[in-house]
């Protein structure tokens, strides 16, 4: 049974940092598609960054030179290094896995069959 589960979120002030992190277990890590979402209260839930199995990265554009993706295969972690964050960020933070993803769409939070529970964000200005 594949599981998910995040960490990290909390409260930051205007140009902080945050570093998230989601253990996985259950499946072959390094072979998946993995993944960081966020939704905030009233949104649709959006990309963050993305990783594939051979390592390419895809950022959101919200997040191209703030936010950084990472994994770990040896220790099925996922990482999220967010720095100079703002209060646009505040949301709840997904990791999400998939075996596989459509070429072109790793960013369409559809392509994911599994998700963690979330760790929340909250950046004051």
């Known amino acids: 049974q594949v599981q998910l589960v995040e960490s990290g979120g909390g409260s930051v002030q205007a140009g902080g940092s945050l570093r998230l992190s989601c253990a996985a277990s259950g499946y072959t890590y390094s072979r998946y598609y993995m993944g960081w979402f966020r939704q905030a209260p009233g949104n649709e839930r959006e990309a963050v960054a993305a990783?594939?199995?051979?390592?390419?990265?895809t950022y959101a554009n919200s997040a191209k030179g703030r936010f950084t993706i990472s994994k770990d295969n040896a220790k099925s972690t996922l990482h999220l290094q967010m720095n100079t964050l703002n209060p646009e960020d505040t949301a709840m933070y997904y990791c999400?896995?998939?075996?596989?993803?459509?070429?072109?769409?790793?960013?369409?939070?559809?392509?994911?069959?599994?998700w963690g529970q979330g760790t929340p964000v909250t950046v004051s200005s």
């Open positions: 990783i594939e199995p051979d390592g390419d990265i």
């Open positions: 999400a896995a998939n075996g596989w993803v459509y070429r072109g769409k790793i960013l369409d939070p559809g392509q994911y069959k599994f």
